[in-house]
């Protein structure tokens, strides 16, 4: 547990600054660096509005702090969303990912995932958008998840994107690989050995709470990235 205050009205970059060095201080096992990490909200356990350096800190939401590989490419009133590709072909998914999006628009969403991914917009199939993290297995993707084109009407009212929303994505010219009984029975215990890692590791590690206040005390929590198909809460 650790325990910071504060000011009102502190800047989001200057918070980061004084984040660095407690964390340093009380020895906190994290590696952070001013320009490769971000501070944002938090919606129950998914990551939710991302602050940009040069906002103020709203003391009325919990909090947590996010490590990036690289510099912060989310900047004023940019949306950031994590997306995972699906290969039907492969039965499988790529390690997430992640967009910034300029415009709250189906068309956009469809065009940033071409330039990502290299495929055609018109061959670009995605889902709604769903908090995270999404817990489906690899079995029911292709037949359980609604599927929508660039052309599709109804995606306009499907979607709706905020920071930290999830994103599934398709290559439609993929045909669905077809299993055999053997292979579907090692996909389930793979995921299943997965899911025990990660409730292992809860169990050996707990959470990491960092406590803020201004005034009040809120609570902060340390969200970092494992695994090669996706992201969890630790």
């Not at 947590?64 to 510099?71: D, R, S, Y």
């Not at 037949?143 to 930290?164: F, M, Q, T």
Request: net charge negative.
């Amino acid at each position: 547990m650790m325990d910071s205050i504060v000011a009102k009205d502190t800047i989001v970059r200057e918070f980061k600054k004084q984040i660095i060095e407690e964390a340093r201080e009380q020895g906190i096992d994290c590696v952070l660096e001013l320009d490769k990490m971000r501070l944002r909200n938090k919606r129950g356990v998914s990551p939710g509005t991302v602050y940009v350096d040069r906002e103020l800190i709203d003391a009325s939401r919990e909090l947590c702090v996010e490590p990036l590989k690289g510099p912060e490419k989310k900047y004023d009133r940019q949306i950031q969303v994590y997306v995972i590709r699906w290969r039907p072909s492969q039965c499988s998914v790529d390690p997430i990912e992640e967009i910034i999006l300029d415009e709250y628009n189906p068309k956009h969403v469809i065009e940033k995932l071409s330039e990502l991914s290299g495929v055609p917009a018109e061959y670009i199939y995605c889902t709604k958008s769903q908090s995270f993290p999404v817990e489906i297995s690899c079995l029911d993707i292709e037949n359980k998840l609604d599927w929508y084109s660039i052309s599709s009407e109804s995606y306009s009212l499907a979607l709706y994107v905020g920071d930290g929303y999830v994103i599934y994505y398709k290559d439609n010219r993929e045909r669905m690989k077809e299993l055999t009984d053997k292979e579907r029975s090692e996909i389930q215990e793979a995921e299943e050995a997965k899911l025990k890692r990660i409730k292992e590791h809860n169990l050996q590690h707990g959470h990491k709470y960092w406590k803020l206040s201004v005034r009040s005390s809120i609570p902060m929590v340390l969200f970092s990235k494992s695994g090669s198909e996706g992201q969890e809460w630790i």
